[in-house]
Every structure is written in C-alpha cells, then in structure tokens.
T-cell receptor, first 116, second 111 residues
Framework: DGGITQSPKYLFRKEGQNVTLSCEQN?????MYWYRQDPGQGLRLIYY???????QKGDIAEGYSVSREKKESFPLTVTSAQKNPTAFYLC???????????????FGPGTRLTVT | LAKTTQPISMDSYEGQEVNITCSHN???????ITWYQQFPSQGPRFIIQ???TKVTNEVASLFIPADRKSSTLSLPRVSLSDTAVYYC????????????FGAGTILRVKS
C-alpha cells in the first residue's frame, strides 16, 4: 500500500535534547511538508520541500531543521532552541500534475512529541 | 495567501444535511478551494476541491458562487462518525505551493 509513515507515534524527550522525527513516503511525491498542531489549533507550517536537496522555511521554522537527501524521506529535527516543542507533528506530501488536477496533500498519522 | 473565515463550531443530528460556509474575500484568480477533515490525533484527510460552480464526489458537495468569495461544503445525511474538524483552504495549486490551515470548524453530530 502506498502512503506516508511517521515514527514513532509517541515520543518523549528531556528538555535540552535534540530529537529527530521520521517521515517516509512511497507515493513518488516530489513535495513534502512538516506541520505542527497544538491542542485546539489548526496546523502551522514548519518547513516544506519541493524537490530533493531543497527546502524552504514555513511560518514557524525557528528551532527546527530539516533535510531532504532522498525523495522518499523528509526528517524533522526539533532542536533545543525550540522553546515550546511539545506538540503533535504532521508530515504530508503532495504530487505535481496537470493544471486542473487535484493537488491534495496526503498526511501521515502524526507523532506526538512531549518534552519535559 | 487568501485568508479564510469559518464558523468555530456547528452542531447537527444524525441523518441531517450539514452545510459549512467559508468566506474568502481575497481569493485570487489562480486559487482553488480545498476542504479537509481531521479526526483527533490523526492527520487531515482530503474531502473535496473546486474552482467554481459545483463539485460533487462520493462524500460531499462543494458549492462555489460566481464571485468565488465564499464556498459551502455540504455533507449529506451525516452520521456520528462525521464528528470532526473541517478545514477550508484557499491557495494556488501550482506545484509545491504551501497551503495555510486555519482553525477549522468543529462539527459535532449528535444522535
């Protein structure tokens, strides 16, 4: 089955530690995205990548870093510089296509990160 | 990116039709309108997308007036399992362009 996987589902870390969240897709999508969601809030874009070896900051990139060495993988590192890292993190991917086609984003199941 | 405004929450009963309206006064010529559904602790799921007039698929309809300054997601005969948050997004569907998710509308379906 094609899809997006995120691991782990739950992650616990001590304050001051960097942590890397995994995102893998086998949909052959070029674009990938990382969002953060806080309780009762909408999704906020952290980083996105349109192609391998290229990525752009989203609205809340401070304290995060990403890499895109392979088309299938877009890992997110939450650094110790992120002041409020506890949140639900969602990865998504999206295909390119002909004008007028659907450009839906496909989301992974998410990783809930708790930092204490 | 066009800003969207949706009701914070709506209540309905099983079997009723639910209409959720989204305002997007600053929609641009190249913008499409897309709706997503999200259940707690899950990633959003695409529902429907349109540019103008009416679009229908197996789960919903999307009505877009001629001026495109608003859109209405219509869910026919809702069930308890339709209780979720619904997001309206407006954006240029050019490859790679980012989408902006607002707070969404919490739909609660009661028995």
């Amino acid at each position: 089955d094609g899809g997006i996987t995120q691991s782990p589902k739950y992650l616990f870390r001590k304050e001051g530690q960097n942590v890397t969240l995994s995102c893998e897709q086998n949909l052959n999508h070029d674009a990938m995205y990382w969002y953060r969601q806080d309780p009762g809030q909408g999704l906020r874009l952290i980083y996105y990548s349109q192609i391998v070896n290229d990525f752009q900051k989203g609205d809340i990139a401070e304290g995060y870093s990403v890499s895109r060495e392979k088309k299938e993988s877009f890992p997110l590192t939450v650094t110790s510089a992120q002041k409020n890292p506890t949140a639900f993190y969602l990865c998504a991917s999206r295909r390119s296509g002909q004008e007028g086609s659907s450009y839906e984003q496909y989301f992974g199941p998410g990783t809930r990160l708790t930092v204490t | 990116l066009a800003k969207t405004t949706q009701p914070i929450s709506m209540d309905s009963y099983e079997g009723q039709e639910v209409n959720i309206t989204c305002s997007h006064n600053n929609i641009a010529t190249n913008d499409y309108i897309t709706w997503y559904q999200q259940f707690p602790s899950q990633g959003p799921r695409f529902i429907i997308q349109g540019y103008k007039t009416k679009v229908t698929n197996e789960v919903a309809s999307l009505f877009i007036p001629a001026d495109r300054k608003s859109s209405t997601l219509s869910l026919p005969r809702v069930s308890l399992s339709d209780t979720a948050v619904y997001y309206c997004l407006v954006g240029d569907m050019e490859y790679g362009n980012k989408l902006v998710f607002g707070a969404g509308t919490i739909l609660r379906v009661k028995s």
